[in-house]
Structures are given as structure tokens and as C-alpha cells.
């Protein structure tokens, strides 16, 4: 299965040369925010917006060496949350989008 996440090119590239990549809310809440396909577009929305560019990491859940969770979040809606490291092998494709 393919999850997604969204981070802003200047992250990911900080990342691109170390073991795995980190997002901060691995700090700050515990785990990496993922979504499915369906949420993606609201979460650009939500989270994104007037960001201008950004990518998205398709995630191949099978692929992860970190714990993946689905738990409810904002509005009570059930997300994949990644409770751990995420290892770059698990990233199958880095999608570049534009955020108005």
C-alpha cells in the first residue's frame, strides 16, 4: 500500500544524503504525519497552503522498518501515523507540487 507525506524541498533535501529522513513532528509529537491518497489534497489545503512548492513522498508501507499507526487526528479522521525514522528505500517516488 502507498501512504503519503508531504514535506517542503528544503527539508527533504537537509535529509536526502543522511541513513533516513526525520520530520519534526517525530520531536515534537512522536511520529511522521502520513495520509492516504484521498486525504492528500485536504492536507495540502489545510497544512500547505501558499507554501508554493512542495513534495510528496510516496511511502510503500510494506517497505518501512518504523512502526506505522492508524490513528484518529484532526477532526477525528483516521491517518497513518509513522512512529519512527522513515528509511528512504521505503520511498518509491518524490512528486513535486505547486501550493497556491
Not at 513532528?25 to 512522536?30: I, R
Request: proline share 4%; glycine share 6%.
Amino acid at each position: 500500500m502507498i501512504i503519503y507525506h508531504v514535506v517542503l524541498p528544503e527539508v527533504w533535501e537537509h535529509f536526502r544524503t543522511r541513513p533516513s529522513y526525520q520530520a519534526e513532528s517525530l520531536q515534537t509529537e512522536g511520529f511522521i504525519h502520513c495520509s492516504y491518497k484521498g486525504q492528500l489534497d485536504a492536507v495540502l489545503e489545510r497544512y500547505y497552503k501558499n507554501a508554493g512548492r512542495v513534495l510528496v513522498l510516496h511511502i510503500e508501507t510494506e517497505k518501512l522498518k518504523s512502526k506505522l499507526v492508524e490513528e484518529p487526528s484532526t477532526g477525528g479522521e483516521i491517518y497513518p501515523h509513522l512512529y519512527g525514522r522513515l528509511n528512504h528505500n521505503a520511498v518509491v517516488k518524490v512528486e513535486e507540487r505547486m501550493v497556491n
